[in-house]
């Protein structure tokens, strides 16, 4: 037997006996994530056994080295125990920007030291970050950002304004550009620091979507005190670390989005709503086209997402790749949600509860965010133009 089929095997046998049959359902969606972090209630016993037990494996972030809370593994035995996971329909034990973003960036960018301080509690679910990047002037154009960190010697004191900050007024922590000089070029004088949500001068305030909820925030910085050992890279090269994070934040984005199916398919939603004919198929035939144009995009994506994935575990930087699959995957979402509605006709735009008070339907509307948030879809798409197709004058 080789090693790799020793690792399934003793991979089967241990989800088998530790994944908890409340977290075996295959559920991806926002309601059914655990996000972790110093105030994080857990929605039953099961979910917290599960990120407790594969925090200890190493398993929330497999391939980090062990020393920051990761288990070490290579890209075979990754691959393994995702699809192992995959076939019990285990939940991922939780989900953080820390994981998807700062953890990416700080292994790559950060000291040894930021990596032992905050690496191994992103692990253990045991903070929560958010990311503080756009501002009211600086969206898509980013790098025109005004929040300004005040040299002052040992520390740094930041004065400004965030936007969209999704979730900072439950995060512990934010991971921040800051501009450090003015008088550069805009790219020029940016830097990176990590600081504190609790820190003094920090608050926050949610802003209500035409969903009804409030994941985005305004934050506020005022004289908040950013000590330098929390600058990571160096200073005013801070844009180095944005650019990196922000392939890994695009990557992450399309991909969630691009597989948030929430354990069903579309088709077998249809059919258990609308019918099935005496052929056995969902019994509306423009409705089955588009169905099956949606498995189409579904497939397709997932062999994207592969052959990205081999790409990135060869040590190959995913640049522009990633606004690949940021428009593609938040678009396919929209597409998907649309098709929900369609499915459960005008009824589902009533919030009441009959049909879950109205949750399709503010999932629907949440999707309109897809295209905007981590870069609009016209950027990603101007990005592709000019760094893939290399068109002239993109």
């Keep these: 037997m080789s090693d790799l089929e020793t690792f399934r095997n003793e991979t089967r046998e241990w989800l088998d006996k530790n994944c908890p049959a409340d977290m075996r359902d295959g559920a991806v969606s926002e309601a059914t ?10 929605t039953s016993e099961g979910q917290k056994l599960w990120l407790e037990r594969m925090a200890a494996k190493g398993w929330t972030v497999p391939t980090w080295p062990k020393e920051y809370g990761g288990a070490g593994l290579s890209k075979d035995e990754t691959e ?11 939940r991922k034990p939780h989900d953080n920007f820390g994981i998807t973003m700062l953890g990416p960036a700080l292994l790559k960018f950060g000291t040894h030291e930021q990596k032992l301080e905050h690496l191994p509690p992103i692990a253990r679910g045991e903070l929560r970050w958010c990311q503080g990047y756009s501002e009211p002037g600086a969206g898509s154009d980013l790098a025109s950002l005004r929040t300004k960190a005040e040299d002052k010697g040992d520390h740094y004191i930041v004065n400004g304004q965030k936007i969209w900050t999704s979730y900072a007024d439950k995060a512990d922590w934010i991971f921040c550009l800051v501009r450090t000089d003015f008088d550069a070029a805009k790219h020029k004088g940016i830097s990176f620091v990590l600081f504190d949500m609790a820190t003094d001068g920090v608050t926050t305030k949610p802003i209500k979507l035409i969903s009804g909820s409030s994941p985005f925030c305004e934050t506020f910085f005022d004289d908040v005190r950013v000590e330098k050992s929390n600058l990571v890279h160096k200073p005013n090269k ?53 169905l099956v144009q949606a498995e189409v995009d579904s497939l397709a994506f997932s062999t994207l997402l592969q052959s990205v994935s081999e790409r990135a575990e060869a040590g190959e930087s995913l640049g522009a790749v990633s606004s690949v699959l940021k428009y593609y995957g938040t678009e396919m979402n929209k597409r998907r949600h649309e098709l929900l509605m369609e499915i459960g006709g005008s009824d589902e735009l009533e919030w009441s509860e009959q049909n879950d008070d109205g949750q ?35």
């Design 33 to 42: 994530q655990c996000w972790g972090g110093r105030n994080w209630t857990f």
């Design 80 to 90: 393994i125990l995702q699809a192992e996971m995959k076939a019990i329909g285990a």
């Design 360 to 394: 399709r339907s503010k999932d629907w509307l949440r999707t309109k965010g897809n295209s905007i948030e981590g870069g609009t879809s016209e950027v990603q798409l101007q990005i592709v133009a000019k760094h893939i197709l290399q068109m002239p004058n993109a």
């Design 238 to 290: 801070g844009w180095d670390v944005a650019k990196y994070l922000l392939t890994h934040e695009r990557g992450m984005i399309g991909e969630v989005f691009g597989n948030m199916t929430g354990g069903r398919s579309l088709g077998e939603i249809a059919a258990s709503e609308i019918g099935i004919d005496d052929m056995g198929r969902v019994d509306d035939p423009l409705l089955r086209a588009k």
